[in-house]
């Protein structure tokens, strides 16, 4: 049987932009045809995508690293170089994606569409863009932007409208094999179930839900006690609980003190999670030594506010008109719970006493170097407020004091890989 893995830490990085071109146009009968070197490619992005063909992290046991294509680098004659691949990671629906450091929420993939994770550098631009009627020759070309490098957790959340909890061999699994075409494993001996199940059970037309076993949850289990540490996670999105109880005591256990037992640790775990809207089951009543002890948990359970129902999965006995209760709980709830993005771009720290190069070009003064290359490929130039920001970290390494002593003046041409902008005092 192939583990369940829901859990992964990847590191995935995009393609870096291709280089900018020098070249001249050379032709027979044709006199100064002038600079022709084309563009660098854009590197290729890393983009997430859901499949609904898996239902495990399983692919990302083993392979940690993932990497897009670089752009290619630009030609002559004007041919820009070929933009790099893009790079498909295929996720179960369900899963979150969280930044590596701070394990704020970057994209809950649980729709269709298609999450770009990292951005491909820009290609650098090649000579021809830098011909002016005083500068007819221009030899030289930009590089192209490195690509972005992110280091992410993926979490896997299961999309189910109903989860049933409960102490380990409660009878979860069975029902979920009597409602559904699910086959978990049934035995009788504890944490029988090693991983999540999930089935569709299908009420009448057009009504039908989604229900996950969560593998057996005991007391300890928000500490990391047996697996419910594992896979509570699993019951996050749950519309609706179903919490089931051995109400037969069939192990020599009180099904009031179980009861109590699973509710503190989904409180432990988490306070929301345990005020979500749950149905309390008492399973196994065809065992039951004495009637007694299901009036007793059925006055403890609705002194708590709990609706309260029975049932026998083994026999079938109530099963079918549970079902239809939980449909109809189903109508009045909210849909299956998404996450919203927490994680906001934090400003990207580079080391600015580094000297960066500077070479004249006439009226073009061309500034390249490692720190500023990093920081360009990190700034969003169509947002104001982040080219307010740009330019305050420029004014602050001094660059333009610099370009002021060299000689700089107003009018001329700043050049920052495929950036250019007039200088102005």
């Avoid at 990302?60 to 498909?88: I, M, P, Q, S």
């Avoid at 594992?230 to 996050?236: A, E």
Wanted: hydrophobic letters at 40%; one cysteine or more; proline letters at 5%.
């Amino acid at each position: 049987m192939p583990a369940f893995i829901d859990t992964a830490r990847i590191t995935v990085r995009s393609g870096n932009g291709g280089n900018g071109a020098v070249a001249f146009h050379r032709e027979k009968y044709v006199a100064a045809g002038g600079p022709d070197g084309g563009d660098g490619g854009r590197g290729g992005n890393i983009v997430v995508v859901v499949d609904n063909h898996m239902s495990t992290l399983m692919d990302f046991r083993y392979k940690r690293k993932y990497t897009a294509e670089n752009g290619a680098d630009g030609g002559g004659k004007r041919c820009t170089g070929k933009d790099g691949a893009d790079l498909v990671i295929k996720v179960p629906r369900g899963t979150v994606i969280r930044d590596g450091e701070s394990r704020e929420i970057i994209r809950d993939m649980s729709d269709d569409q298609p999450f770009v994770l990292a951005r491909g550098g820009n290609g650098g631009w090649g000579n021809k863009h830098f011909a002016t009627p005083t500068r007819q020759v221009p030899n030289f070309a930009k590089a192209g932007l490195p690509g972005q490098t992110r280091d992410v957790i993926l979490e896997l959340k299961l999309l189910a409208d109903v989860g049933l909890v409960g102490f380990p061999n409660v009878g979860k699994s069975t029902l979920l094999s009597v409602v559904t075409k699910a086959n978990p494993k049934i035995a009788n001996y504890h944490f029988t179930t090693l991983y999540p199940n999930l089935g569709v059970v299908w009420v009448e037309e057009g009504v039908s839900f989604v229900m996950a076993d969560i593998p057996g949850i005991i007391e300890g289990a928000a500490d990391g006690a047996g697996l419910g540490h594992d896979f509570l996670r699993h019951i996050d999105r749950c519309r609706l609980l179903l919490h089931i109880v051995d109400a037969s005591g069939s192990e020599g256990r009180d099904p009031i003190a179980d009861f109590e037992a699973i509710n503190e640790e989904l409180k432990q775990y988490s306070p929301a999670l345990a005020s979500r809207k749950m149905l309390v089951v008492a399973n196994k009543v065809d065992l039951l030594p004495d009637e007694g002890l299901l009036d007793k948990l059925r006055a403890h359970v609705e002194a708590l506010g709990y609706p309260f129902y029975t049932m026998s999965a083994a026999t079938h006995k109530g099963t079918r008109e549970l079902m239809q209760t939980v449909a109809a709980e189903l109508e009045a709830l909210p849909p299956v719970t998404t996450y919203e993005p927490t994680y906001v771009e934090k400003p990207v720290l580079v080391d600015t006493s580094q000297p960066l190069n500077i070479i004249r070009e006439e009226d073009t003064w061309i500034v390249e170097g490692p720190w500023l290359q990093r920081l360009m490929s990190n700034v969003n130039f169509g947002d104001y407020e982040s080219r307010n920001w740009f330019d305050r970290q420029l004014r602050q390494s001094g660059l333009f004091d610099r370009l002021e002593e060299m000689g700089i003046r107003d009018g001329d041409i700043v050049s920052l890989y495929n950036l250019e902008f007039e200088y102005q005092r």
